[in-house]
Each structure stands twice: as structure tokens, then as C-alpha cells.
């Protein structure tokens, strides 16, 4: 799951900027491995407080798109 699009997602919901910010340090902030701390350029750190809500936010939007994407449209396809 890509950051960008992740808090552009979470813009849609949640108008305070400051706690935006907070989500994205929350993202930027790495995960030890072996002792040394690394990047997280994408997804959300498993076992992490926020993980689960994130990770929900983020399928409500992507099975929403997929939904209209795929399935509405292969419907409409066969009643024709």
C-alpha cells in the first residue's frame, strides 16, 4: 500500500490537518529489524496500533473501486 495514496484516502474523511500529519510521521517512522532501524516507504507496520484501521480504510476504498470496476460493469455487459 503506497503512503501517497493512503493519505490521499484518508483525506476524504478526516478534515484536521494535524492529525494527518500524525499518520504520516506514523507511517515515516520506520521498523527495527535486527537492531537497526528501516524505511517504510509503503505499507503499514504489521502489529502496529493504527495497521488494522488503516489497512481497513484503505480496502473500503480499493474493494469499492474494484467493485465498480469489475463486477458492476461485467454485470451490465451480460444483460446485454
Known amino acids: 500500500?503506497?503512503?501517497?495514496?493512503?493519505?490521499e484516502l484518508l483525506r476524504k474523511r478526516i478534515a484536521d490537518p494535524q492529525?494527518?500529519?500524525l499518520i504520516q510521521r506514523f507511517l515515516?517512522?520506520?521498523?527495527?529489524?535486527?537492531g537497526r532501524r528501516?524505511?517504510?516507504n509503503e505499507g503499514v507496520p504489521q502489529?502496529?496500533?493504527l495497521s488494522p484501521l488503516l489497512a481497513n480504510v484503505y480496502l473500503h476504498y480499493v474493494l469499492d473501486e474494484w467493485?465498480?470496476?469489475?463486477?458492476?460493469?461485467?454485470?451490465?455487459?451480460?444483460?446485454?
Request: glycine share 8%; charged share 35%.
Open 1 to 7: 500500500m503506497c503512503h501517497e495514496r493512503l493519505v
Open 19 to 21: 492529525l494527518l500529519t
Open 28 to 34: 515515516k517512522a520506520g521498523v527495527m529489524i535486527e
Open 38 to 40: 528501516e524505511d517504510t
Open 47 to 49: 502489529g502496529a496500533v
Open 67 to 80: 467493485f465498480e470496476r469489475e463486477v458492476t460493469r461485467g454485470c451490465e455487459a451480460k444483460r446485454t
